[in-house]
């Protein structure tokens, strides 16, 4: 008949995967304490309780959401007040509670114990209880099938950075917003709460600005290699903001000036110097007209209605204005127009964000500049954060997921220019030894940026950032003390088939341990 069995007949039966240890997390918790004697085993009964109003039961509801399609269990989400003299310790099942946790735990932190009983996740606020869920579900078997038995325990975790960020360029080759939305999900297993999005570039502007329709007619047209392009309306954007935030990731747009901006020239000829637009580039970087040109008026007033608009848009404190690889301003030019950027960011109520060569030409207090090149702006990088600026760690030559992983691989996908990084390159690096004297306080985190100049989908942005973004999620999350390649190697060869099951098509590292 058409319909073949699923299984032949007379075919050995498939060995039940062995349940993961309380260890085997990415990033690494900070502590971990097993209790071999005791286990829970999710059925058909378990309930998840939520204790702490809507927030908790989002997140309870997001949890049983996950678990439902392939265990097929009811998971009904009850809610539990907080707090009470008779909420018992443990509850059975899964808890989700807000509140009575370890004070360590922070904002992003939680608790989780497993008994026999149950496992109870408590933090102090949501964020905590959401990556409380990320590490729940990495203690559960990849196929969540067989038995859902989760190892006994106790884990106390909170991240070493605030800041854990991916970069996704969807300048250069445009992503739809379902595809940036995976990608969401799939930086939230490991913890990483800001995506920072390049919207414009000179191959590309993707976020529809009200007033100024060639931005997105012409400017959104096109991308690096000449394909279809496309953009992002604000409600499309919106949508990508509230997604975000339903998985506590905090969107960072970036308006990238006054270099790069190619797309916006090319859209008004207003905004050039000469009064001419060109066609959008759709080579490779760099593009023959990239700056913008710093002595026209209007050129302020574009860039403060488009900056208001994004601010308006976007909840998170964060408003990037690029500032990197200028072409032929001067440096004063560079440092008059950023002076003049850095207040309308203020007055607009966000927090300056940046390129690291941004920190050399506005006042660092307050700025938060994202170290990427060494190009000689390290020190001056370095000296910037003594004087109060904020640093994101990005080193290229650990944390360029568009760099190839060896000579040849993969074949047709990413570049070498800050050479080729190995997941083990992309983990061997610590942030507070990268940039020449900077003040270790005034380090904020850690990002890993994806530029799509050869990368076309959702596929080959995951080719790239699986297996490296869960290193560079480590560094930024786990304590530096607790950093170790052969146990880094052995947790991460266990989230191959979890990968596997949520259909992303990783790059199997040799040197990584893989099932
Ligand atoms: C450098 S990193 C760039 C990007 C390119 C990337 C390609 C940075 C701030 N600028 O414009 O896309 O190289 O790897």
């Not at 309930?47 to 009811?74: H, K």
Request: charged share 15%.
């Amino acid at each position: 008949g058409l319909l073949a069995p699923a299984v032949p007949a007379g075919a050995a039966p498939r060995p039940v995967p062995a349940a993961p240890t309380l260890q085997q997390v990415v990033p690494a918790p900070v502590s971990v304490t097993p209790d071999p004697a005791v286990r829970y085993r999710l059925g058909p009964d378990t309930v998840v309780f939520t204790a702490g109003g809507a927030e908790a039961r989002e997140v309870g509801d997001y949890l049983a959401g996950l678990l439902r399609p392939s265990t097929r269990f009811r998971l009904p989400v009850f809610p539990a007040p907080a707090s009470g003299p008779w909420v018992p310790k443990t509850l059975p099942g899964i808890s989700l509670v807000l509140g009575g946790a370890d004070a360590r735990v922070g904002d992003e932190g939680y608790q989780l114990d497993s008994t026999a009983t149950g496992v109870t996740i408590r933090a102090a606020k949501p964020a905590g209880l959401f990556n409380g869920v990320q590490t729940l579900r990495q203690l559960l078997p990849a196929s969540l099938s067989g038995p859902l038995t989760v190892a006994g325990g106790h884990i106390l975790d909170y991240p070493r950075y605030a800041y854990r960020g991916a970069m996704l360029d969807v300048a250069r080759h445009f992503l739809p917003v379902a595809d940036v939305e995976k990608y969401i999900d799939d930086i939230a297993l490991y913890k990483v709460n800001n995506l920072h999005l390049h919207l414009t570039d000179d191959q590309g502007w993707r976020l529809q600005i009200d007033g100024w329709p060639n931005l997105t007619a012409k400017g959104a047209s096109t991308g690096s290699g000449g394909g279809p392009g496309g953009f992002y309306t604000q409600a499309q954007y919106r949508e990508i903001v509230a997604y975000a935030e339903s998985r506590h990731v905090t969107i960072v747009p970036e308006i990238d000036m006054p270099s790069h901006f190619g797309a916006a020239l090319a859209s008004y000829a207003e905004l050039n110097c000469d009064g001419v637009a060109g066609p959008v580039y759709t080579g490779l970087t760099p593009a023959p007209r990239s700056d913008l040109c710093v002595g026209k008026p209007v050129t302020y007033r574009f860039i403060r209605d488009v900056l208001g608009q994004v601010a308006a848009l976007t909840p998170g404190g964060y408003l990037d204005v690029g500032g990197d690889e200028i072409q032929d301003l001067t440096d004063e030019q560079y440092t008059a127009f950023m002076k003049k950027i850095a207040p309308m960011v203020a007055a607009l109520g966000k927090k300056l964000f940046g390129w690291g060569e941004m920190l050399t030409a506005t006042p660092p207090q307050g700025a938060t500049g994202e170290f990427w090149i060494y190009d000689g702006t390290q020190n001056e990088v370095g000296q910037a954060s003594q004087q109060g600026a904020k640093l994101i760690m990005a080193p290229c030559v650990y944390t360029y997921l568009d760099m190839k992983y060896a000579p040849g691989v993969p074949a047709s996908l990413g570049l070498e220019w800050a050479g080729d990084i190995s997941v083990q390159a992309a983990y061997g690096w610590d942030p507070t030894a990268v940039v020449p004297g900077a003040s270790a306080s005034n380090i904020d985190g850690v990002e890993a940026p994806l530029w799509t100049d050869t990368v076309r989908s959702l596929d080959d942005v995951r080719y790239l950032a699986f297996p490296r973004l869960p290193a560079i999620a480590e560094i930024g999350w786990s304590p530096q003390a607790s950093h170790d390649w052969t146990s880094f190697s052995a947790r991460l060869a266990a989230q191959g088939p979890r990968w596997t099951a949520l259909g992303v098509k990783y790059y199997p590292a040799p040197e990584i341990p893989w099932p």
